[in-house]
């Protein structure tokens, strides 16, 4: 059915197009104010792409064994590269229409932002872990007496929207893994499952591995995990969700690899036995957080830099460490750290500006105070960009002002409160939306960045949110296409537009 109306969509438009040459977007805008193009039919193709895409016929599924003699060791400059796939071309959809499928994705997002404002909250509050209730159930293969501290409860990364393939063990293992700039704990499943949800690799057995060791209870990476446990002289670790989500385990050592670029010994990383949630594809997670636990700085990476692919295109792009530096990209941003929290990376943004003229927003809105609140981080886990309630109203009501003659739209979704009816039109030109950072550089987003489908039939959203929260995140949507350069040495953001 959904087929059927997207090709009559088409027809609709094509029929059109042959008719009469003009350009019936080209009216939608004053032309004193600078625009770009959306293509609309290109962006519906894509919606049933994603819908009908099979993850069982792709090569992604493919498990193998990375000989153990191949890759060499890396060291603290070495660069390294990994293919970089959306949660969709991974697992399979199971929703019956597009709509369905931004639905799930906008709950998920949802979920991620509660935790992500919670975390960040409980940090600047000061609010102890005993405040707190762990997450568990009966069958619990590690019971909440094993554990010395309660579990943050509310701090939800999310089930993960990106993925690379990386080889844990000797033999190296291959799996998918969740990557995560919002997290710092790595952690996969572990044989035996006390409760594993389905994953598309087989589940990894620490005996198969010659360099698996459990790590002390006296172990400096035990000491520094946010909750821990210790039975027996080994370390145990649980990483809770605010969806109800967690993972429970042992904390151990092993070596990874990145495909034949080279590994990494003893690497600290989670090997849990009870994990339950919406992980589902991934065997676990990559943190690529700032604190002392998360990959990047247990390898020591001086830079790290990832361009996100379109969800819906199927397409894939690259994770790479140690070799990009930012000052080569279109704009830079400071890259700012939380004196309460070192897991997130925060921005210096300074406003907006839609159709080339300057959206007037406070400056402070955008800054950390003394307290450690407020702020913007990047995030690549969360979908829509997040806003304080007083900086999208400006942003919005600025893009509004300048559509008033395209056709307005409707949406169930509550998320979203300004959207369009575009299916009638092949292209239209819209306003354009840059970011402004201090320091003074600026990037202009691509309209599909912040126009978005939410169904097959020509609906389309201005993808930016609202929040009641101090705190502001810049999310993947925005983020598509635009490599992302953390440039950890020199504390920059580089961002260049089109280098997928």
């Not at 530096?325 to 890259?335: K, S």
């Not at 070192?342 to 406003?351: E, I, N, Q």
């Not at 402004?436 to 600026?442: A, E, I, N, R």
């Amino acid at each position: 059915m959904a087929s059927a109306r997207l090709f009559s969509l088409l027809s609709v438009v094509t029929l059109s197009l042959l008719l009469t040459t003009t350009d019936v977007s080209s009216r939608s805008l004053p032309t004193s104010h600078e625009t770009t193009v959306l293509d609309i039919v290109s962006s519906l193709k894509q919606t049933q792409h994603i819908i009908s895409l099979d993850p069982t016929l792709s090569s992604l599924t493919t498990t193998t064994t990375i000989p153990g003699s191949d890759p060499v060791f890396l060291n603290s400059s070495s660069p390294l590269s990994l293919e970089l796939h959306s949660r969709d071309t991974l697992v399979a959809s199971q929703h019956k229409d597009y709509k369905s499928l931004v639905l799930s994705r906008l709950e998920r997002d949802s979920s991620r932002v509660a935790g992500l404002t919670a975390k960040i909250r409980f940090a600047v509050e000061g609010i102890d872990r005993s405040d707190l209730k762990p997450v568990y159930n009966d069958e619990t293969l590690y019971q909440p007496e094993d554990l010395t501290t309660p579990v943050v409860s509310g701090a939800s990364q999310g089930s993960g929207e990106y993925f690379s393939r990386i080889g844990v063990g000797t033999p190296a293992k291959e799996m998918f893994m969740v990557l995560d700039t919002g997290s710092d704990i790595n952690w996969i499943q572990c044989q035996p499952c006390s409760d594993c949800y389905q994953q598309s690799d087989p589940v990894f057995n620490p005996a198969s591995s010659s360099t698996f060791k459990s790590l002390t209870c006296s172990a400096p990476q035990c000491d520094s995990l946010e909750v821990s446990a210790c039975r027996s002289d080994k370390c145990l670790y649980q990483v809770s969700y605010g969806d109800g989500s967690f993972t429970v385990g042992e904390y151990a050592t092993d070596t990874v690899t990145f495909g034949t670029n080279g590994k990494v010994n003893d690497v600290a990383l989670g090997c849990g036995h009870d994990n339950e949630g919406l992980f589902t594809g991934a065997a676990g997670l990559l943190g690529l957080g700032g604190g002392a636990l998360s990959m990047t700085n247990q390898i020591k990476a001086t830079s790290f830099s990832y361009c996100l692919v379109d969800r819906d295109s199927g397409k894939s792009s690259s994770l790479d460490f140690n070799s990009v530096q930012a000052g080569t990209g279109d704009a830079t941003a400071p890259l700012l750290r939380n004196s309460k929290i070192d897991t997130f990376y925060y921005v210096g943004l300074s406003g907006f500006s839609v159709g080339g003229q300057q959206v007037s927003i406070p400056s402070s809105v955008f800054a950390v105070d003394a307290s450690g609140a407020g702020g913007v981080i990047l995030d690549c886990g969360t979908a829509v960009t997040r806003l304080q309630t007083q900086a999208y109203n400006s942003l919005r009501d600025s893009f509004v002002k300048l559509t008033a003659n395209l056709k307005k739209g409707t949406s169930s979704i509550s998320l979203f409160d300004t959207c369009y009816d575009f299916s009638s039109l092949s292209t239209v030109k819209v306003p354009t939306v840059a970011f402004h950072f201090t320091g003074g550089k600026s990037i202009d987003l691509p309209a599909k960045n912040y126009l978005i489908p939410v169904d097959d039939a020509g609906t389309f959203c201005f993808a930016f949110a609202p929040t009641s929260s101090s705190l502001s995140i810049i999310g993947n949507v925005q983020q598509q296409g635009t490599r992302i350069t953390y440039d950890l040495a020199n504390n920059l953001i580089g961002l260049s537009a089109n280098q997928c």
